[in-house]
């Protein structure tokens, strides 16, 4: 059951760098040709969701050197897939994950105004089916914004040109 709770946790994070790497293309030319470029980015989402979940076994809590190898990563990304500064990736990335963790961080807080510390204890403390489901609810939610955002941007960008 840990294999199925472990694919799970590389799932929310691939998916968590696809959405990062969904703001950048809405933002930054690319460096590639379309085929190339969804190739590469989904090379590099899964290399770095595998160091997430590395990382998360180590402390499943919100750790820095997990927020720490997720900026860098995602940077490094960022500048391989697309043409800009490292700086413009960086932050972008470090917007980025302060988003995640806040809704992380908002859901919990909600939890707990609706008496649910227990689950919380389990969903920050174990690969449990409890936390499966808050991964599913938090990265369904975390796509929709993302989608929104990135429609946002084309759309300021359309009326800019």
Known sequence: MIGVHIIAEWLAAFIES???????SVIFETQFSKKKQIKF?????AFIAIGIVMLNMVDLSISLPTLGYAAISYTL??????????SEFLLIAIGYIAFLTGMDMGTVFLMTK???TSVIEIVLSDFGIERIIFIVFIKLVECLLVCL???????????EK
């Open 18 to 24: 696809i959405l990062y790497f969904k703001i950048v």
């Open 114 to 116: 609706l008496g649910m």
């Open 149 to 159: 955002f990135c429609e946002i941007i084309k759309k300021r960008r359309r009326k």
């Open 41 to 45: 980015g989904l090379f590099l989402s």
């Open 77 to 86: 990304g960022g500048k391989i897939l697309y043409r800009g500064r490292f």
